[in-house]
């Protein structure tokens, strides 16, 4: 099983940028898929969560600017992220608890950079 996350990159305060994250391999089924970042110098933290039944769960720091959804089909989840602020500067990674036979485990993407420029 793989987590591949895309889409970070460099943007200007007040933009946008959305992060992609898939799933591949042979499993049975996705529970929580989310969005975690570091920034240099502190520990990482949750960004966004979505739970199967699409309940979500936000930072602070980040209600109201990104939108967190999935597409269980494609067994994707995405990070829409607008009025970005230099804060937000970090190295995003995605998660996933995903059954695999009887077993649930947790995965984490590679991590994809962004910077946000003042």
């Known amino acids: 099983v793989q987590l591949q996350a895309s889409g970070g990159g460099l943007v200007r305060a007040g933009g946008s940028l959305r992060l992609s994250c898939a799933a591949s391999?042979?499993?049975?089924?996705?529970?929580?898929m989310g969005w975690y970042r570091q920034a240099p110098g502190k520990q990482r933290e949750l960004v966004a969560e979505?739970?199967?039944?699409?309940?979500?769960n936000y930072a602070d720091s980040v209600k109201g600017r990104f939108t967190i959804s999935r597409d269980n089909a494609k067994n994707t989840v995405d990070l829409q992220m607008n009025k970005l602020r230099p804060e937000d500067t970090a190295v995003y990674y995605c998660?996933?608890?995903?059954?695999?036979?009887?077993?649930?485990?947790?995965?984490w993407g590679q991590g994809t950079q962004v910077t946000v420029s003042s």
């Open positions: 998660n996933a608890d995903i059954r695999v036979l009887l077993r649930r485990n947790n995965y």
């Open positions: 391999g042979s499993f049975s089924s996705i529970s929580t």
């Open positions: 979505v739970r199967s039944g699409d309940s979500t």
